[in-house]
């Protein structure tokens, strides 16, 4: 059993536009991953942010970016049921190219680790839905809201000696994900 978590609470800034709306096939990215984590078989779909007509967990701390949307789930969960070790898959909005064989290798990865990632990626991961993790995320933001540095996804992954996943058999194109105009347009096409 795993919990999904879709990262869409950003501003888009770059782009130019909301990515969650963008389209491929007729298909909006928002929809395209929950389809994706609901394919990877999540038994529950956690989305960080604010999206019209979905059941979201509007994060704490405004600004904050996906550490700031993780925060918010791992308070949202504890809360509900509390945390009970189980992986929680963390995908964001903006990469179409995933795909559920992707996610299921790096679930099927975790083992005992508290985290687990793609060699030289931050997204996809999966971290365990711990006390330890929440704590860690407070202490973090207690000492300030300013992104970067050790309140950075990839500073988490490494604090939590998140265990790497090869890339070898993976296309580049998989972990690509859409910042900006130009990032888009290829994809779209």
């Keep these: 059993m795993f919990y999904g978590l879709l990262l869409a609470g950003g501003k888009s800034s770059r782009m130019g536009q909301d990515k969650r709306l963008l389209k491929i096939e007729g ?3 928002l929809k395209r991953a929950i389809d994706l984590l609901e394919q990877s078989s999540a038994s529950r779909i956690l989305i960080s942010g604010d999206v ?36 929680l898959l963390v995908i964001p909005v903006d990469m179409p190219m995933l795909d559920s064989n992707t996610l299921t290798a790096l679930l099927d990865s975790i083992g005992e680790s508290e985290a687990c990632q793609y060699e030289n990626e931050i997204f996809p991961c999966v971290f365990r839905m711990t006390s330890n993790l ?8 207690a000492e300030g809201k300013e992104l970067g540095g050790k309140r950075s996804m990839k500073a988490l992954l490494v604090a939590f000696s998140a265990y790497s996943v090869s890339t070898e058999k993976i296309s580049d194109q998989t972990f690509k994900n859409m ?3 130009d990032d888009w347009e290829p994809i779209r096409k």
């Design 52 to 87: 019209d007509e979905h059941d979201c967990i509007p994060d704490l701390l405004p600004d904050c970016g996906p550490l700031g949307g993780l925060h918010a789930v791992l308070h949202f969960l504890d809360n509900e049921s509390g945390l009970d070790g189980s992986p």
């Design 27 to 29: 298909q909006s990215l």
């Design 179 to 181: 910042n900006h105009p």
């Design 134 to 141: 929440k704590d860690h995320l407070d202490g973090l933001f």
